[in-house]
């Protein structure tokens, strides 16, 4: 994953003085390579196609293809060939792909060191997803808080999809990620610090059953209408996923973004779901939520850092804050 500060603010404010004059030679007679195509350039390397790099950088396809052919010219070689179903780095662009990965990197985490010196008070930036703000954020604040009192914890709405460019903008300095362990999430070239592990359920009506059981195979329910939570991407089919290693086709009757929702179209007898534990926080007493078993199911959280952050002890600090708090309790 390339890092440094993303996304340009040239590109989202369309065509620019500042952008133009980054495309022009340098006019001692040299060329410059500008950071920002670099970043455009290395995400059309790890995603293999002008339209798949556009769609994750909410570029156009056209856009994206223009800024090749400027750092071709730059380079003056090609770096990719152009083929009818995506396009293959060149032995140059191999090269210049993994470079610039590495320089990009360096340079993203000396901007945040840099800019985290000058801040007063002295701040970390912690990236959150919905589900971790309900019951281990608020947890990780008050200790976070009580042990260091002379840093200011900032926090920030965040998906696990939008870490890598959040933590290169600088935008954040730890994300909160998660993933399943039946389906990993691809390598972005970033530190993992695991947290936990956070057990799937199956959600049924206080009435079911089965709600009494003290754990519940999928395949039991093979017959139930299904109620599935509308992840994005890659976890659009999440549920169908683990009902398909589990032997069968769900019948999803219903999807919702919101957990909230899921459990009140579980306790109305719309359909049985699946959801984490820490999703369950403030869960309805008209429902149960039962472990699965045989297969059992796992949401895995991180936390995540760039690779050149390891150091700062700021960073160092909220990660062992979050080892701590995310601890499972024994009781």
């Not at 359920?201 to 709600?211: D, M, Q, S, W």
């Not at 149960?288 to 059992?296: G, H, I, N, T």
């Not at 979050?322 to 499972?328: F, Q």
């Given at each position: 994953?390339?890092?440094?500060?993303?996304?340009?603010?040239?590109?989202?404010?369309?065509?620019?003085?500042?952008?133009?004059?980054?495309?022009?030679?340098?006019?001692?007679?040299?060329?410059?390579?500008?950071?920002?195509?670099?970043?455009?350039?290395?995400?059309?390397?790890?995603?293999?196609?002008?339209?798949?790099?556009?769609?994750?950088l909410?570029?156009?396809?056209?856009?994206?293809?223009?800024?090749?052919?400027?750092?071709?010219?730059?380079?003056?070689?090609?770096?990719?060939?152009?083929?009818?179903?995506g396009?293959?780095?060149?032995?140059?662009?191999?090269?210049?792909?993994?470079?610039?990965?590495?320089?990009?990197?360096e340079?993203?985490?000396?901007?945040?060191?840099?800019?985290?010196?000058?801040?007063?008070?002295?701040?970390?930036?912690?990236?959150?997803?919905?589900?971790?703000?309900?019951?281990?954020?608020?947890?990780?604040?008050?200790?976070?808080?009580?042990?260091?009192?002379?840093?200011?914890?900032?926090?920030?709405?965040s998906?696990?999809?939008?870490?890598?460019?959040?933590?290169?903008?600088?935008?954040?300095?730890?994300?909160?990620?998660?993933?399943?362990?039946?389906?990993?999430?691809?390598?972005?070239?970033?530190?993992?610090?695991?947290?936990?592990?956070?057990?799937m359920?199956?959600?049924?009506?206080?009435?079911?059953?089965?709600?009494a059981?003290?754990?519940?195979?999928?395949?039991?329910?093979?017959?139930?209408?299904?109620?599935?939570?509308?992840?994005?991407?890659?976890?659009?089919?999440?549920?169908?996923?683990?009902?398909?290693?589990?032997g069968?086709?769900?019948?999803?009757?219903?999807?919702?973004?919101?957990?909230?929702?899921?459990?009140?179209?579980?306790?109305?007898?719309?359909?049985?779901?699946?959801?984490?534990?820490?999703?369950?926080?403030?869960?309805?007493?008209?429902i149960?939520?039962?472990?699965?078993?045989?297969?059992?199911f796992?949401?895995?959280i991180?936390?995540?850092?760039?690779?050149?952050?390891?150091?700062?002890?700021?960073?160092?600090?909220?990660?062992?804050v979050?080892?701590?708090?995310?601890?499972?309790q024994?009781?």
């Open positions: 994953m390339c890092s440094g500060r993303w996304p340009p603010r040239s590109v989202r404010q369309g065509s620019s003085p500042r952008w133009r004059a980054a495309a022009e030679p340098d006019r001692l007679g040299g060329s410059v390579l500008d950071t920002r195509r670099l970043r455009i350039f290395c995400t059309v390397a790890e995603e293999g196609s002008f339209t798949a790099a556009a769609a994750r909410h570029f156009t396809q056209s856009a994206v293809s223009q800024q090749m052919a400027i750092l071709e010219r730059e380079v003056g070689t090609p770096l990719v060939d152009r083929r009818p179903r396009i293959r780095l060149t032995p140059a662009g191999t090269l210049l792909a993994e470079r610039a990965r590495s320089l990009l990197n340079l993203a985490g000396l901007e945040q060191e840099v800019q985290r010196i000058g801040e007063r008070p002295a701040a970390v930036h912690l990236g959150v997803f919905t589900t971790a703000g309900a019951h281990l954020v608020p947890l990780v604040v008050r200790e976070y808080r009580q042990r260091h009192p002379d840093t200011q914890l900032v926090l920030h709405p998906q696990p999809g939008e870490l890598p460019a959040q933590l290169a903008d600088g935008l954040i300095t730890v994300g909160l990620s998660w993933d399943y362990d039946f389906a990993p999430r691809p390598d972005e070239g970033l530190l993992h610090h695991h947290l936990r592990d956070d057990p359920c199956v959600l049924l009506p206080e009435n079911h059953p089965r709600a059981a003290p754990s519940v195979r999928l395949r039991d329910l093979s017959d139930e209408p299904w109620i599935a939570r509308d992840h994005r991407a890659p976890y659009a089919d999440a549920l169908e996923v683990m009902c398909r290693i589990a069968f086709e769900p019948d999803v009757v219903f999807r919702t973004e919101d957990y909230s929702a899921l459990q009140g179209l579980v306790a109305a007898g719309v359909g049985v779901a699946v959801a984490p534990r820490l999703a369950l926080v403030a869960q309805r007493p008209d149960v939520a039962v472990p699965f078993e045989d297969p059992a796992t949401r895995r991180d936390a995540v850092t760039l690779l050149e952050s390891a150091r700062d002890p700021l960073v160092a600090a909220l990660v062992d979050l080892r701590e708090v995310a601890r499972p024994v009781s």
